[in-house]
């Protein structure tokens, strides 16, 4: 089982829709969650830190489920620009590397 | 306000050839990483260096990988006797690591290496 799992879609959304994507870690010792977001070609860009109590930043919501080990990423009244590939990642306590998922392209639809 | 700087952007090399990849990080970030990302693939993790510790290597995929960091600033990311299984793009990133479970890393624009 890998260590962080995406569905890798893609997703095929109209826009003005909401959407939403989880992303599943096994290692139950993990700490730090984030969501980035990558555009082809180019480099990851933090979206958003993941945090206990969930947080939200305009159009995104972050959630955290330590309990079934997951985080999720919704995003309403979805807009062309958020097309892009959303990637997930995971770093256990005192250690710092994070291990990614591979992603979950989104497209949506004008 | 510069970001994250690799060199170069693009790298074609023979196979069996040396490469070297070169990363500045944010200037004050005491914390770079090396990934790399296959075409599809995810980011995986190579090696990560903090300070004057010892850098954690665990992610080196074969002993033709190796990284340095001088002076606690640029890094050299050197991969020898290349294989066309080293083709990815390799990105660095650095964090100030200001809060460690708050680890926000943030990416250059990578260096996409091509062994033919």
């Known amino acids: 089982r890998k260590e962080v799992e995406q569905d890798p879609g893609p997703f095929n959304v109209p826009e003005g829709a909401t959407v939403a994507f989880n992303c599943t870690y096994s290692?139950?010792?993990?700490?730090?969650f984030f969501w980035y977001r990558q555009d082809c070609r180019k480099e990851p860009k933090l979206l958003m830190s993941v945090y206990s109590s969930g947080n939200e930043d305009g159009r995104f919501t972050a959630q955290l489920n330590r309990a079934s080990q997951y985080i999720s990423l919704l995003i309403r009244d979805s807009k062309l620009s958020d097309s892009a590939t959303y990637l997930c990642?995971?770093?256990?306590?005192?250690?710092?590397?994070?291990?990614f998922g591979t992603g979950t392209r989104l497209t949506i639809i004008p | 306000g510069a970001g994250v700087s690799q060199s170069p952007s693009n790298k074609v090399t023979e196979k069996g050839k040396d490469v070297e990849l070169r990363c500045d990080p944010i200037s004050g970030h005491t914390a770079l990483y090396w990934y790399r990302q296959s075409l599809g693939q995810g980011l995986e993790f190579l090696i990560y260096?903090?300070?004057?510790?010892?850098?954690?290597k665990s992610g080196l995929p074969s002993d033709r990988f190796s990284a340095e960091r001088t002076g606690g600033s640029v890094s050299t990311l050197t991969i020898q006797r290349t294989q066309q299984e080293d083709s990815a793009v390799y990105l660095c990133?650095?964090?100030?690591?200001?809060?460690?479970?708050?680890?926000?890393?943030?990416f250059g624009a990578g260096t996409r290496l091509s062994v033919l």
């Open positions: 260096f903090q300070g004057n510790s010892a850098p954690d």
């Open positions: 990642a995971v770093s256990p306590f005192g250690n710092e590397k994070l291990t």
């Open positions: 990133a650095s964090s100030p690591r200001m809060i460690v479970a708050k680890n926000i890393q943030y």
């Open positions: 290692n139950s010792a993990s700490q730090s």
